[in-house]
Structures are given as structure tokens and as C-alpha cells.
């Protein structure tokens, strides 16, 4: 029978990991690329900042944001399968993380994470995880300053198309947190084509007014987002492109006939509430082409930079919401969307600023979804709300002056899990399963063990101690989980 041996899977995939982590030839230089200067292959090199006789002048801001992309989704991150052209280009012009992390291990408090900058148990909206729907009466106060009313009060234009998720109308959206221009889904899932979500309902707005589009989604955000950039705000501009992309349902932009019956099964009331999942639904072969779709849009969203003149004055970054789930190529992390081990919290990471950075490089240092709402406000010269202090930590000093890294413990909470990296250690404590079980405290090296397979507590006792008391110590300041069986990860002492 033909095919790779177990073997053979378990050689590709350390080759595919040696791949996105060391330095390694650049896919993105080899290929012709849209919206990216072609080059010959280079190697790419270890970060090293080439500080600029001047700061460069404030940027504009393009954050693109996949939704549920596993680390090693990405070509230029080892996928065996996967091409991603745009993407990898990208990295080549830019800094590649190899250890860049999502604020949880799902959708909404990793969200706001990104908006507020702070950890998202800070809100209550935070200790959702996610915002399940309009019922939950939960979401980003308008009150509390966020990405976009921040940049907007300094003259920056702001939009968002795509996914929000972080509660929903009349109370809360985006046009009520600082985004000038909204075109998007409110909820978590949409259907790619229909736009119907999962209680059967449009989820599709022009602002605050539902509307209605029947074609393919992720190209629908790409062209809006194309469209705005080309247009031109006439100063400074925020733009967050948060793609649905590759979250469920599986659909690729010829599954059209796949939509027409999930979007019969949802109106006629069957399995309420669980067909958008698709857990009848999907192959590897849809998840490539799902994520293929949305680096084709990336591709033509970056064209429009370059077009218009303002490629060298953008700041670029481009990550995850989460870890990947059911289709993701995660080798060789374990865990997966919703859990926080490596797989459900590691993901891409890209930088791209041709003015202050420069390309083809990969950097090591850890990094969190809240460090790049510090790193966008400190590079448009904007200080953050004196009474919302950030809990992320800017990187301009690090990728322009050659300042070293920002050394602090990145930080993890959710109902029955908890994590602290601090340096290559990572400290992970899980609650019980069962009445009657202990706490599982568990320690990982994972510099040199990302697998999360060598428990290192028992061999490291002290260190335990610190790492846990400082968990404790975060933990203190956040909103309190409400009670639900007592499983909160709970302070150790």
C-alpha cells in the first residue's frame, strides 16, 4: 500500500518544525508574489535591529486577524500542504515570531485583549469564553478606551471589517468602541455565503444596520478592506481586517451547494444551534483552500498598500485569535483551540514596517496579542488611557533601537486552566477532572520541549513556587470567574 509510514509522517513533520524555527530560506522570496517585491531566496536571519537615523513618522496601522489559524498553518511556518505565497512574502519583507502567542486560547477575550491592550480578565465580558450570543448581555464597554477611540482622538481614520465579537447591539459594537467605518459579523461564526449564524439570524452589518451579501465572505472583507486603503482617509489610518477565516463552517469559495444546505438545516430549526458547527462537515482538503482564500485576500489588500504609496509608511502585523482546531496543522505543539497548552495559544506572528524594520528576519522573543496594541501606540506617538494602564509591553524598542526584549511573565487565565511563561519556562496549572483529584501543576522547558512532554515541576520545586506565586499575584487584580462548580483554577496557596 502506498503512502508515508507513521514513520515517515513523524519525519516530515520535525523537518516541517525545524522549518519554521530555525533559520531557514524564505518561501516568500522565492515566490512571484502579489502586493511584494520579488526577490532571489535568502536565508532568513536571527532579529537584529538597524535603528533608523530618526524615528520613522507615525504609520499607518493594518492589523489582520486570522480567526482559529494554527501555528504551522502557514508555509513560512512548516505546513506540509498549505501554500500561503501573501503571507510568507510578508514574513520575507518583515520579522517572523516563532513564539508568538494569542492573549487566550479562544475567540473573544483574545479579542479584547487587542483592543483594550489588557488582559481580558480585566472585563467581565472577558471571563466568557467566548461571548456565547445576544443573550449574554455581556461585551467591550463603550466607556473603556480602546485601540481605535485611542488612535481616533490623535487623528487617525479607524475601521474594522470582518469579525468582531465582543458583544452586540443595541449595547455594544464597533462603531460605539471608536471604529469610524464598520463592515462585519457581530457574533462568532457566520455562514461564508448566507451570513447566517447559528440561531438563524443575518449577521451581517454596514455599521449599525443589518445588511445582506451572498458572496464569498473572506473575498468580501478583502475587497472592502482593498477599497478603503486605496481610497485614502488623507492622514494616518487604522485598519483592523479580522477575517472569519478558518474558523467553521468548511467552506471553501466553491462550496456554495455546502452553504445552500447548512443554511436549510439552520432555518428549519434542526439541532438548534449546532449545524454552523460543521461537525458533519469539512477535510483537509477545505481547510486549505479556506486558508488559501484568505491569503489570496491578504495578497490583494497588500497590493493596494503598494499601489497607493504607502506600503514603506504602514505598519503590518498579522496573527491569530487562538490555536487551531479539528483541521489545523499544530506539529509539533499538542493541545488545540480552547485549551493552553502551546497548541491552543501559539500562533503566527508577523511584523512588516519598511520604514523601521528590516525583512527577512526571525525573532524568538515571546510575544502577546496585548504587547502589539503597546507596540501600535507607542509607534503613532499615542500614550494610553492614565486610568487603563496596559498590560501588554511595547516592542518598538526592541525592533527599532535594538533595545533588548521587554523581560516580564506573558500570562494566562482561564476557568479550569491557568499559564505563566516566564524565559523558556512555562507553568501550566490545570484543575481536576474528578471530585476528589489534585491540581495538576506542571512545568515545561518549552524552548527546547514546545511538545509539553517532560514535566520538569518535580525536578524544579523552587521555581515552581515563584512561577505559581506570581500566577496568584495576576490572578488577585482580574474580575472572579462566577461560580460554577467550583472549577476556577484557583490560587495555590
Known amino acids: ?142 466607556v473603556h478606551p480602546t485601540l481605535a477611540s485611542l488612535l481616533k482622538q490623535a487623528g487617525y481614520a479607524t475601521a474594522m471589517f470582518g469579525k468582531w465579537h465582543c458583544g452586540y447591539l443595541p449595547d455594544y459594537g464597533p462603531v460605539k468602541s471608536g471604529w469610524d467605518t464598520f463592515f462585519g459579523n457581530l457574533g462568532g461564526a457566520v455562514d461564508y455565503f448566507s451570513k447566517i449564524s447559528g440561531s438563524g439570524e443575518t449577521d451581517l452589518y454596514e455599521g449599525e444596520v443589518r445588511t445582506e451579501s451572498l458572496e464569498y465572505y473572506t473575498r468580501t472583507v478583502s475587497e472592502r478592506a482593498a477599497a478603503f486603503i486605496r481610497a485614502g482617509s488623507g492622514g494616518p489610518w487604522l485598519l483592523n481586517l479580522n477575517y472569519t477565516a478558518p474558523h467553521w463552517p468548511w467552506e471553501g469559495p466553491a462550496d456554495r451547494a455546502v452553504s445552500d444546505d447548512l443554511t436549510r438545516r439552520i432555518t428549519e430549526g434542526q439541532e438548534e444551534g449546532q449545524i454552523l458547527a460543521h461537525n458533519d462537515g469539512g477535510s483537509l482538503s477545505t481547510y486549505r483552500m479556506m486558508v488559501e482564500a484568505m491569503d489570496a485576500g491578504i495578497g490583494q489588500v497588500l497590493q493596494a498598500l503598494a499601489d497607493s504609496g504607502q506600503q514603506d509608511d504602514t505598519l503590518v502585523i498579522f496573527s491569530s485569535d487562538n490555536g487551531g482546531e479539528r483541521w489545523s496543522y499544530l506539529w509539533p505543539l499538542t493541545g488545540s483551540k480552547g485549551q493552553l497548552n502551546e497548541g491552543g495559544i501559539r500562533v503566527p506572528a508577523i511584523v512588516r514596517w519598511p520604514a523601521g524594520i528590516g525583512g527577512n528576519q526571525v525573532s524568538d522573543v515571546p510575544v502577546v496579542t496585548h504587547d502589539w496594541t503597546a507596540t501600535i501606540l507607542e509607534a503613532a506617538g499615542v500614550e494610553p488611557h492614565a486610568e487603563y494602564p496596559l498590560d501588554g509591553h511595547s516592542l518598538i524598542p526592541y525592533l527599532l533601537d535594538g533595545a533588548q526584549a521587554p523581560a516580564r511573565d506573558l500570562f494566562w487565565r482561564m476557568r479550569r486552566s ?22 495538576q501543576q506542571l512545568l515545561y522547558d518549552v524552548t527546547a520541549d514546545p511538545r509539553e512532554r517532560a514535566n520538569r515541576a518535580a525536578h524544579e520545586e523552587e521555581l515552581v513556587a515563584r512561577l505559581s506565586a506570581a500566577w496568584d499575584a495576576i490572578d488577585a487584580e482580574l474580575e472572579d470567574y462566577p461560580p460554577q462548580g467550583g472549577d476556577r483554577p484557583g490560587r495555590s496557596g
Not at 535568502?42 to 492589523?63: D, G, H, K, V, Y
Not at 490545570?430 to 471530585?435: G, K, M, S, T
Request: hydrophobic share 40%; charged share 15%; proline share 10%.
Open 1 to 142: 500500500m502506498g503512502g508515508l509510514s507513521r514513520r515517515g509522517v513523524l519525519t516530515a513533520g520535525a523537518a516541517a518544525f525545524a522549518a519554521a524555527t530555525a533559520p531557514t530560506a524564505s518561501a516568500a522570496s522565492a515566490a512571484s508574489t502579489t502586493g511584494a517585491q520579488t526577490t532571489r531566496p535568502t536565508r532568513e536571519r536571527p532579529f537584529q535591529a538597524t535603528p533608523p537615523a530618526e524615528r520613522p513618522s507615525r504609520p499607518n496601522i493594518l492589523f489582520i486577524l486570522a480567526d482559529d489559524l494554527g501555528w504551522a498553518d502557514l508555509s513560512c511556518y512548516g505546513a506540509p500542504e498549505i501554500r500561503t505565497p501573501q503571507l510568507d512574502a510578508l514574513a520575507g519583507q518583515g520579522v517572523r515570531f516563532t513564539h508568538g502567542y494569542a492573549a487566550s486560547a479562544v475567540c473573544s477575550p483574545t479579542r479584547l485583549a487587542l483592543y483594550t491592550g489588557r488582559y481580558p480578565g480585566r472585563l467581565k465580558a472577558g471571563l466568557l469564553e467566548p461571548i456565547p450570543g445576544p443573550g449574554a448581555g455581556a461585551g467591550l464597554p463603550v
Open 418 to 439: 491557568g499559564a505563566l511563561r516566564r524565559g523558556k519556562w512555562k507553568y501550566l496549572r490545570v484543575l481536576p477532572q474528578q471530585e476528589g483529584q489534585a491540581t
